[in-house]
């Protein structure tokens, strides 16, 4: 590009080679979709293609872009795209289990990490945050992104792409991030992958735009438009709310890159009669990149001969193609992510087993947990006891099973002087009990056990939703057997979403939810379990117990009748309770903290000033070991011209504390902790009073509160 510049490069391409450069290829070393794009190595030659995901490693990367450089007439790069969600080669926790840590700085450190294991192998750019607010866990993607919390949502999307993208994209060691999936999937229709979103205006402005707000405020370079429709319209052909919102409101300058086969599939949502017209609508609405479908190859020209887009259109799509790689450093050295850089394996591994056991998260203990190192015989058992490659999760990138711990190693290597034994006891999704009789005498004979149970990594993720995310095949009955020999029992879970476990939690002396933890997690579990680490993860989704509750989450709308036990005309079910099993938040640890003395200051404020309200409360450490705690700060909105959530999540900090040390935590809440939209949609802080909550939950009866009042 030093002597080209794009106009002029622009003014070069044939009609064919533009499109060339919208079109983005599968190379399938990786399977992310249903089909694959033919001899990619022929369409580069002819200048067909202007990207490829799913291929990793310098030498392939290297070989096909030699062939883009080389053998082309105008030998412009390729960029090469690969979904690195938690971790590259390194792989780090599910973004789910990730969430749980609050940890904004943990956030980028991983993302940097993965993006440096990535841009060593060649790639360009990852597929990747996954920013989708979900409140449904029979969508398998609930595994993917940050849970139920917009602001959560905003926070993790602003860590995820400065940690992927680092200070300049042209650094070899920098990855372009893409905000995914734009938007609302999260709220697909009965938590089906792939169904229609219909979602009201509000819902949509408050719950599911800020994360990709966030992004975008970031600098994040790309954004995927999400497969789904929402109120009617394919986001993959959504004008208004791609240009109209994203580029045109909030000033988004990067690639609109179309999710895998998406544009083609505008064709079955039945908004497009062809492929040709399925190209247009995409490019009309500002999609720049064609993932995989070829409906812009193979239907762009038709489409520009039968009027249906304008040569402008192309151009300009092309133009962010050109300048996305010159932002990429491609056109000065299309080499430069193929070289080792200086990422240091051990440090990365350390990374990520710490990340690992800060999301181990303590759900129930009745003290069985931390395990006594004086134990005897500790009985491992269940079907992920011993499945390294399960301990991956969904999306595991250039992972291996063989960089992983599994759960028994960890113990074996935590209890030295234990005597442990295992037996997987059934599978994770069958009906075969033949296993049962023997490891439940296994359990009998040891003083604890630690019943290692969930899902397997490829039933969350995508086309992954369940119906009845319980326990699958016979676990449950398995389960019960454990618990039945009276032994002190320790539930492992492993899952990419809250599982239908009450009755566990009812039964098991303690229950630890492990998401998918990568490759560590076999050590980092085993850390949490023997007490080497005190347990810090705590719930960024409300936990249920019973799928009927879905979908559920802690910022609810006030109503007119709430719940009240004792009173049947009230918001419930007339069969289940309709508080979750956990609430959002929800995370014990083995220290012991108490809040008091919660404190504002001014109690009093005017709307039409700018607005600084510090709030503090004192926590102290009343146990005997050093406490790490995550504080929760949420808004009530007392009287609003609009209903209001009852606790809607505004900040949180964190605590650490000596035994017997207090300390004072502070919050600053600004003008938009008190703002929202009006009837009329249109932003606005209303006069009148608020109730500010502090506590280490979304549960308002162990929460404190105090009250602050607005005037005009
Ligand atoms: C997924 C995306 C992913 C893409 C490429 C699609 O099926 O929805 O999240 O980035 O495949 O692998």
Not at 259 to 285: C, K, P
Not at 402 to 425: S, Y
Not at 428 to 448: N, P, T
Request: hydrophobic residues 45%.
């Amino acid at each position: 590009m030093a002597t080209r510049t794009i106009d002029q490069l622009l003014e070069e391409m044939t009609l064919d080679e533009k499109i060339g450069q919208l079109n983005l290829v599968t190379a399938g070393q990786a399977v992310t979709g249903p089909i694959g794009n033919g001899d990619i190595d022929e369409n580069i030659r002819g200048g067909r293609i202007g990207g490829v995901l799913n291929l990793w490693g310098r030498e392939n990367i290297g070989a096909a872009q030699r062939l883009a450089v080389e053998e082309t007439r105008l030998g412009i790069p390729l960029f090469f795209g690969f979904d690195v969600l938690h971790g590259h080669k390194t792989i780090f926790p599910i973004p789910l289990a990730e969430a749980g840590l609050f940890d904004p700085a943990l956030w980028e450190r991983s993302a940097r990490a993965a993006a440096m294991e990535a841009a060593a192998d060649g790639l360009d750019l990852t597929f990747a945050p996954m920013l989708d607010v979900a409140r449904d866990p029979r969508w398998g993607r609930i595994a993917e992104g940050p849970g139920e919390d917009p602001l959560v949502a905003a926070v993790f999307a602003k860590a995820k792409v400065r940690g992927f993208q680092g200070a300049r994209l042209s650094d070899r060691n920098a990855v372009a991030a893409t905000a995914k999936h734009f938007c609302a999937g999260g709220a697909t229709l009965a938590g089906r992958e792939y169904a229609p979103v219909d979602v009201s205006e509000r819902t949509l402005r408050e719950v599911y735009l800020p994360p990709f707000q966030a992004a975008v405020a970031s600098g994040c370079a790309a954004i995927m438009p999400a497969f789904n429709s929402v109120n009617g319209v394919p986001m993959t052909m959504h004008r208004e709310l791609l240009t109209g919102y994203l580029r045109e409101k909030l000033g988004f300058a990067g690639l609109f890159v179309s999710d895998y086969t998406a544009i083609s599939e505008l064709v079955q949502h039945g908004v497009a009669g062809d492929l040709v017209e399925a190209a247009a609508l995409a490019l009309a609405a500002g999609v720049d990149v064609d993932m995989v479908s070829g409906a812009y190859v193979n239907g762009l020209k038709e489409a520009l001969a039968r009027g249906l887009v304008a040569l402008e259109d192309i151009n300009r799509s092309v133009r962010r193609v050109l300048g996305f790689k010159q932002d990429l450093g491609l056109f000065d050295d299309p080499y430069r992510r193929l070289a080792p850089n200086d990422i240091s394996r051990r440090e990365i591994e350390e990374l990520a087993r710490d990340v690992a056991r800060r999301a181990v998260t303590l759900l129930t203990n009745n003290g069985v947990l931390p395990l006594s190192r004086g134990l005897r015989r500790l009985a491992v058992v269940g079907p992920l006891a011993n499945a390294r490659g399960e301990m991956l999760g969904p999306w595991s990138a250039a992972g291996a099973p063989e960089n992983c711990v599994a759960i028994l190693e960890g113990l074996k290597r935590a209890l030295p002087e234990t005597e442990i034994v295992f037996h997987p006891g059934c599978g994770v999704d069958d009906d075969d009990r033949s296993g049962f009789e023997e490891a439940i005498a296994l359990c009998a004979k040891s003083g604890a056990v630690a019943l290692c149970i969930g899902e397997a990594a490829n039933m969350s993720g995508e086309a992954s939703s369940r119906a009845n995310p319980a326990l699958p095949g016979v676990q449950r009955q398995f389960a019960e057997q454990v618990l039945a020999t009276g032994v002190p029992t320790v539930a492992v879970l492993s899952s990419g979403r809250p599982l239908m476990v009450s009755w566990l939690a009812e039964k098991a002396q303690a229950m630890v939810a492990t998401w998918f933890l990568g490759d560590q997690a076999g050590a980092a579990i085993a850390e949490v379990l023997t007490g080497g680490f005190n347990p810090t993860g705590r719930l960024p989704v409300t936990w249920p117990r019973e799928t009927g509750q879905i979908p559920i989450f802690h910022a609810v709308r006030s109503l007119g009748r709430p719940f009240k036990a004792a009173d049947p005309f009230t918001s419930k079910y007339i069969d289940l309770s309709p508080e979750p099993l956990f609430p959002f938040g929800h995370g014990l640890s083995y220290a012991k903290v108490e809040l008091a003395n919660l404190r504002v200051s001014p109690q009093e404020f005017s709307v039409t000033n700018e607005i600084e309200i510090m709030v503090e409360v004192d926590a102290k450490n009343t146990g005997s070991i050093p406490a790490h705690e995550t504080i929760f700060l949420f808004v009530h909105d007392v009287v609003a011209s609009v209903a209001r959530a009852g606790m809607e999540l505004k900040d949180w900090a964190k605590a650490e504390l000596a035994p017997g040390e207090t300390k004072t935590i502070g919050f600053r809440l600004g003008k938009e902790s008190f703002e929202f939209l009006d009837k009329a949609l249109e932003t606005c802080c209303e006069a009148g009073e608020f109730e500010i909550l502090v506590g280490f939950e979304a549960d308002r009866s162990t929460a404190l509160s105090v009250r602050v009042r607005s005037f005009d």
